[in-house]
């Protein structure tokens, strides 16, 4: 049972560079999230998507592009890479995303570094 | 607006003695609220939630959360600690903003477990 599945693990980019995290889940959840993860900063909310076919911004979406693909997969891509985005990037995914009270379950996150 | 607040950045207990990681939140609403625990270089992982059935809640691992509305406060607890242990650990707050659910995660709790 894989869960959450993210790829790459790890990556270096160059400023403008661009690239795209994978994100799948395999549990036939509805929703779908981005996070990064900095030091003493918690989680913050990149992109969510509610529902196959809707995409919606969170906390810090600037510099961010979502797609969600189909009801597994969502994808997040940097456009043009800066070092303010070097940070720890995880996938989660949660069954409705309506209920106050339902857990989310995570990916093992990318970490990126950016030059 | 909702707000979660992590007191301590660091905690450091010998294995074997009690473990009290604290989290104070606010919410305009009646909240459900959540620990995370982060193992290094993995997701994170639910370790137990409150929502409103119990104010005492028991996780996975040994631990329990006490929600106590008077002090907004949900404390993390174990009676005895294992250096498997030695983890991230994050505060959740979950509550309505504009009509739909949002998360704000603590800054984190690192635990360190002395032998």
């Known amino acids: 049972n894989a869960g959450v599945t993210q790829t790459p693990k790890f990556q270096v980019l160059k400023t403008g560079q661009s690239m795209t995290l994978q994100c799948a889940q395999d549990?036939?959840?509805?929703?779908m999230y981005w996070y990064r993860q900095d030091p003493g900063m918690g989680l913050r909310l990149i992109y969510y998507s509610a529902s196959e076919g809707t995409t919606d911004k969170g906390e810090v979406p600037n510099g961010y592009n979502v797609s969600r693909l189909n009801k597994r997969e969502f994808s997040l891509r940097l456009e043009s890479a800066a070092p303010s985005q070097t940070s720890v990037y995880f996938c989660a995914s949660s069954e409705a995303g309506g209920a106050l009270d339902e857990k989310l379950f995570f990916g093992s996150g990318t970490q990126l570094s950016v030059l | 607006a909702q707000s979660v607040t992590q007191l301590d950045s660091h905690v450091s207990v010998s294995e074997g003695t009690p473990v009290l990681l604290r989290c104070n939140y606010s919410s305009s609403y009646s909240p459900s609220l959540f620990w995370y625990v982060q193992h290094p270089n993995k997701g994170l992982q639910l370790l137990l939630k409150y929502t409103s059935a119990a104010t005492l809640v028991k996780g996975i691992n040994g631990f329990e959360a006490e929600f106590k509305k008077s002090e907004t406060s949900f404390h993390l607890t174990k009676p005895s600690a294992h250096m498997s242990d030695a983890a991230e650990y994050f505060c959740v707050v979950s509550s309505w903003d504009t009509g739909r659910r949002a998360l704000t995660f603590g800054s984190g709790t690192r635990l360190q477990v002395q032998p």
């Open positions: 549990m036939n959840h509805n929703s």
